[in-house]
């Protein structure tokens, strides 16, 4: 057959048994690996230009104000409702709605300076 070694051209019609299946799986993969380029790790987290098209990555981004903002109004809303603070809770949690989404889109977009969402990986700490 086309994919067979010659070794195994001799055995005739006998199976493999696992020994021999493993050490082809070796012998594959160690050719799979010599002949595969070596990809210099991306420094970003962010994915290229080419991953995403420019329209979803605005709706992304869109997507993202506007729900801050809306979870800023029901948060807002709900604490006017249970805690009669009308009209303070409303007006303070959209506000914070907003600026929650303005970051979220620096941040998303890389104007922020930071575009790990999690912090510094190599920050020490007790």
Not at 24 to 33: G, P
Not at 64 to 70: G, K, Q, S
Request: hydrophobic share 35%; net charge neutral.
């Amino acid at each position: 057959m086309s994919g067979n070694d010659s070794k195994d051209e001799g055995q005739g019609d006998r199976a493999p048994n696992d020994s021999e299946l493993s050490a082809r799986l070796r012998r594959l993969e160690t050719q799979i690996d010599r002949k595969r380029p070596s990809a210099a790790p991306d420094p970003s987290p962010r994915p290229g230009p080419s991953a995403h098209s420019s329209l979803g990555q605005a709706m992304t981004l869109s997507t993202e104000f506007i729900a801050a903002i809306i979870a800023g109004g029901i948060l807002g809303w709900l604490c006017d409702h249970f805690l009669g603070t009308k009209p303070w809770g409303m007006i303070v949690l959209v506000l914070l709605g907003f600026v929650t989404g303005v970051y979220n889109i620096m941040r998303l977009s890389g104007f922020s300076g930071t575009n790990d969402p999690g912090g510094p990986k190599d920050r020490k700490g007790p």
